[in-house]
């Protein structure tokens, strides 16, 4: 999978083949049909396992009694955190889903719309004790949050100047100040 | 031009020959090779014309002596704000860079580097005379106002509850939140 990924990342999933792939490996195309029924039962393998892994950190955020605002900068963090392990699969996450079949596209969709609305209930929990601004649109604010933290692995380069926790601490110290009250 | 953006949207790049080009017009690939030399000449025009017209915009909003606070609202807004008409080009543009020759994608990543680099002009100018927040990465501050704009591409459906002027609104909002002083 760790090799499919690179090479996905690199030529796209359309244009990369079975061939590609066990060719990188040097093993046969009977050990990939072993693991895999069909490249697509591939590229659903790395949409499962990413999403997956994402709701079972968010929800373990979720069943603290932390505030909201706490929760939130947890949630900044979670994606933000791991993009050195998890850039390339992410890569091939936001990129790919069209390849899947409707049936397996389906099955993701709606587990990124539970992630997203997971944030919007955090939102709309902070709006609601008044931790974040009133007048907050809790749906369009969670799309904000997904679009600052998930562009990022369009560019940040782990390693570089900044580190991944610095990143996401300035970018959690961004997003509270979009919505936390004035006086704050 | 638009007839393709619509399928490589659809089925990708990769997946879309020039052969479902010229079916999906119902011309020959005669006429299809008298416009373009190949199709990957065809995807180089598509990215020009996107971010030369982004370049433009920003420009004539650079060029005015408004505050940063309105510069940036105004990126923003040219942002955000045409998704009904730019939504599929910028879809393509976001997706397909990796597909095109490394001279010509050498030239786009150029160009998105100045529009990005603009914004942070607009930023480090706004925390130069105290409009915005001391402590901000105006480098950092870039990437996050793109994926906020950027990432809406993704999931916003013009036409639904919320107009694009709204939805820049209420994302300008966000971002000016994000980077005001507490005070304001």
Redesign the interface.
Known sequence: MRKSIALFV??????TSIQDIVDALSVTKGSFYYHYKSKEALLMDIHQQYIDELLTHQKAILQTDAAATDKLAEIVHLLIGDMEKQGPIANVYF?EL??LKEENAQVIRKKRAEFREQIEAVLAEGIGCGEF?RE??PK??A??V???????YQ??QPGGD?STTE?AE??TD??L???LP???
């Open positions: 690199d030529k796209g999933y359309s244009a990129r069209r390849h601004r907050l649109n369009m604010i799309f904000a997904l679009g600052v933290t998930n562009w990022s560019w940040f900044l990143l300035l970018y961004f997003i100040h979009g919505i004035p006086q704050n």
